[in-house]
Structures are given as C-alpha cells and as structure tokens.
C-alpha cells in the first residue's frame, strides 16, 4: 500500500466481506464454549473454506495471529465487529411499510449488525403516523423534512415494484447514498451511490430449482 | 439436450436463475402499464445485462420470442413464474420465533412467490401454542409429530447461532431436504439436501463498506 489507507476503507472484494461475517458467527460460538484461540485452520475445517483463504481474509482485518497459537478469540471477535461495521449504529430509513418492510421494523436483530431503522414512511394515509415495533411511520410527503433532522446514511426500499424506481430517485435526491434494496427490481442510481440488493425472491427461486431436481432424483 | 429433461428440472445456473426474477418483474411492471410485447434487447437494457445473456437465460424457460416483434408479454409471465416455482406453494416450516423469524412470519408477500410458512417452532415455553399473523407457533418438541400431518419440504432456520446446527439435523431427521438459513452460520447438511443461505447481516456488511467507501471520498 503506498497511499496511507485505513482498512475499513479498503474496497474488499465482496466474497471476502461476505465470508468475514461466516468467521465472526464461528468464533462468538467458540468463546461461548468458553474457548479462548482459534487458528485459521480450525476456523478453515469450519466454514469448507481452504486455509489460505481464511489467512487471506484475515489479513484485511487489523488482526494477526501467532504461529501454532492462532487467533485471540476476543481480540478477532472485536476486530471483525469493528471492521465490518457492526460496532457503529448506521441510521437508516425504510421506504415501503408492507408485508416486508413492517417484516424488517419488526426485526430488532438489524441494531445488533449497526443498522438502526429510525423512521418508515409510506404513501397510504392510513399508517401516517403510527408506528411499527416502537418506530414511527409517515407519510412519505414528510421525508424531505425529517431527513433533516434525522439525517440517516442508508435507504431501505420495500415499496412494490413499479414504484422502486421513483422512490429511489426521491432518496437519492435527499443526499442518501447507500440502498438497501428487497424490491425484485432493478434499481439504477448514480455512480456515487451504493446499492445492495436483497432479492429474497430470487433466493426463494435457487431454492425451489434445487428441491425440484432433488424430488425428481428419488 | 439428449435425455428427455423436464425443463423445470434442470440444475439451472443460479446466476440466470437469480436474474429471471428481475425479468419477471420488470415485464409485470410493462403490463401494469398496459403493455403486450417486450424485446430481450428492452430486458437487457433495464435490467443492465447483455442481449445475448438475456436471450440465453430465457431459452432455459418454455418460451419462444419471435424476430422483431419479441416476447409475448402475458405467456412470458405466465412461463417465468411457473418456470420459477412461484405458482404452486411450497410449504414451509420456521424455526426460532426471535426476532427474525417473527418478522418473516408477517411478510405475508413470500405466499404470492410460492413459499407458504405453514407453523412456526420455538423452545421457549412462553411462545408455545400462540400465533404469529395467524400462524400457529408450537413447543419444538412438537415438531416430528407435526411435520406428519403438515407434511413440508423446506425447513426455515432463524434461530440463535448456537442453535443452528443442532435443529439443521433435527429438521433433516425428519426428512426434510430443503433449508433456507438466515443464520450466519455454515450449517452442514447432506450431500443429498439443499441449502439456501440469505445472509442479510452479510449483505449489511458489503453495504457498510462500499459506503465507508463513498464517505471518505468526500
């Protein structure tokens, strides 16, 4: 590295910051066992990952392990909860109070992981005002005003379909750059933005393929 | 293809089978605005993918667009969601009714994509024999003798860490080959079994970074 790079900062390769999580779930199950080392190894036999990988990956994080000795549990568990986010709480607002987006407020879960939904908003008049699992929900009108003084970093979309895309205009439009999109489509954004997509419903489709081809084999 | 294959049987790529439900919404999405005929080069280029892939991804499925004048739009639909699983429902069981699992009891939306939760199991005596959005929640130990009457082909995971591996292996003993695991742990099943991991916390982490990213580029 010859800039001077803080590691959070780093763009990590996705399957990396996708793997990081699969560790820290191990390694807190390890120290409630009362375990307090872990090598790479063990942590690689774990997860069917190959050894190397798991020393890779590692080494992103600003933590090292000893030879023959591995991993401090607590020092790994603290270092990866830093890295990935989870010890700092990330304000979001959730776009779309339905089925899944009353789902998510209802998932108290999410603040564990840094992400700490502050308000819903949604069109129909009828839920102005109230509020789900103790978060308020308004009418979308408000948004504008109460970005203001809520000023949250990440933008939830739950919305239908055909509204995915005037919704994420309207967040976007308010200086919210990170998305976390559920709606099966396919939103755009403009190149500094961030998006992530959780189709769940396409998740649901791997699925039923596979059961189908396991159905089909008996 | 030399051996008779029924398409909805085939071991689909799952990156097509991760796209044909964006397909499927956009080409919903051209319906509700009263629209009949779409192209694959109109798919490729809302959704972001090249022509060719979009036209190989739908060969998968049972339907045929014709030069210049493309997909029919009302069989497109009607291929993808019975190509996908969407139209008939699967029946599901869920365990652990923390905070997660609650919460994807009341996305009451996964029914219209073909997954039905048909109960939910829990240790905890307090949450035994109630209901969540109408659906019965029981004592696990109930589970073997349930599961005969309900007869269900994918086990939902939500529960602690912990947990996770010792109720994949209860689930699997009673003959269930299909699990959605929203844990962030790797759970191990056998090689005849299918895992589908829905990783939100994961996703969050990806999201966290790319949006550190963004910040200090400021």
Chains 1, 2 share one sequence.
Not at 181 to 190: A, D, G, K, L, S
């Amino acid at each position: 590295m010859n800039q001077e790079q803080i590691p959070p900062v780093m763009k990590l390769p996705e399957p990396t910051l996708r793997r990081l999580p699969w560790y820290l779930a191990f390694v807190k199950l390890l120290k409630g066992k009362g375990k307090t080392r872990v090598s790479s190894t063990q942590i690689a036999r774990e997860i069917s990952v190959a050894p190397s990988q798991v020393a890779k990956d590692l080494s992103f994080v600003n933590v090292s392990g000893k030879t023959r000795v591995g991993y401090e549990i607590e020092t790994l568990i603290a270092a990866l909860e830093n890295f990935l986010g989870f010890t700092v709480q990330h304000k979001a607002l959730l776009f779309g109070v339905g089925s899944l987006g009353a789902a998510l407020l209802h998932d108290s879960g999410l603040k564990q992981y840094g992400l700490e939904i502050v308000a819903g908003f949604d069109i129909r008049e009828s839920l102005a005002d109230t509020a789900v699992n103790g978060i308020p929900v308004f009418h979308l009108r408000e948004f504008p005003a109460r970005q203001k003084t809520l000023d949250a970093t990440i933008g939830i979309i739950t919305v239908p379909v055909d509204q995915a895309q005037d919704v994420t205009d309207h967040i976007i439009a308010e200086g919210i750059k990170a998305l976390w999109n559920f709606t099966p489509f396919r939103i755009r954004v403009p190149q500094d933005a961030v998006v992530q997509n959780t189709s769940m419903y396409a998740h649901l489709a791997v699925m039923f393929n596979r059961l189908g081809i396991i159905n089909h084999r008996k």
